[in-house]
């Protein structure tokens, strides 16, 4: 896989994870505290990069009530990106901000840098769909950046189906 195509990859989790993480916390936040509704809980995340020719792909993320989140790429995507780490903020009526990290290896396992992930999301009415846009930046092991990429995804919510 080309450096680029690894970014792209990297970035997108990173996206996807914060994405999730932000329309989940923002929602968890409002309703526990007016209805005992939350969107604590695991999304669907399909992820849009202009340009990479793995686009859209699909992650998981899942929400947690205390303002963290993780984020896992579609399986075979990227083996050489971690899980995405991140935390996330209400921002608004409907709307979250979150920022994720990815860490990155070389096609041998070597650590060659980390990708940070910056999204705002905002969830439609029903509160188990959403948009979101999103920067991914990239830095080498010293911290520089080297590269950056923008996207959008879109969120769906995983919601119980009992068995009848």
Known sequence: MSARGFRRSFT?????????????????VEAAGEDGKSLQGS????????????????????????????????PGLNPF??????????TGKREFATTCV??????VGNPIGSTKVRAIAELDRTLNQGSA???ADLFD????????FTGTSQLSRILLERLP
């Open 43 to 74: 999304w669907v995340v399909t992820t849009t990069i202009p340009g990479d020719p793995n686009s859209p792909f699909k992650s998981l993320a899942t929400i947690n009530g205390d303002g963290t989140f993780v984020e896992s790429l579609q």
């Open 133 to 135: 846009s999103f920067q």
């Open 102 to 107: 990815y860490l990155r290896s070389d096609t």
């Open 141 to 148: 092991l010293a911290g520089n950046p080297v590269g950056s």
């Open 12 to 28: 997108i989790a990173c996206v996807t994870a914060l994405v999730l993480t932000a329309v989940g916390s923002r929602y968890s």
């Open 81 to 90: 990106v971690s899980d995405c780490h991140g935390v996330w903020a209400r």
